[in-house]
């Protein structure tokens, strides 16, 4: 059974970059046809796709947040990692890592069930000074 981990530090200053990094065991990365994503859910508020990097290595971005996140990965390692640039208190969430077996243009909140599994446990991540 694959397992996801998310890892990374709780709290981060504003414009600061956001690291986060997610570990999987007991599967590859290089596994054809998936996806390995990031979803956060701010408080208060539904899951959102950050983004997500493919199988082979292409990585595909939400629009509202492409301009200030990369997700790379580490195949040596079977990692991949989510770094959101120039953070502010509206990027406060909790970030989950996930297993994601389809792109879509937009994701409801039935999408999260029915096209994400093995996700992380998530990690709490607080933007603040």
């Known amino acids: 059974q694959v397992q996801l981990q998310e890892s990374g530090p709780d709290l981060v200053k504003p414009s600061q970059t956001l690291s986060l990094t997610c570990t999987v065991s007991g599967g590859s990365i290089t596994t054809n046809y998936y996806y390995w994503s990031w979803i956060r859910q701010p408080p208060r508020k539904g899951l959102e796709w950050v983004g997500a990097?493919?199988?082979?290595?292409?990585?595909y971005y939400s629009p509202s947040l492409k301009s200030h996140t990369s997700i790379s990965r580490d195949t040596s390692k079977n990692q991949f990692s989510l770094q959101l640039s120039s953070v502010t208190p509206e990027d406060t969430a909790v970030y989950y890592c996930?297993?994601?077996?389809?792109?879509?243009?937009?994701?409801?909140?039935?999408?999260?069930?029915?096209?994400?599994?093995?996700w992380g446990q998530g990690t709490q991540v607080t933007v603040s000074s």
């Open positions: 996930a297993i994601q077996t389809a792109l879509k243009d937009y994701y409801s909140d039935s999408d999260f069930f029915s096209l994400f599994k093995s």
């Open positions: 990097i493919g199988y082979d290595g292409r990585t």
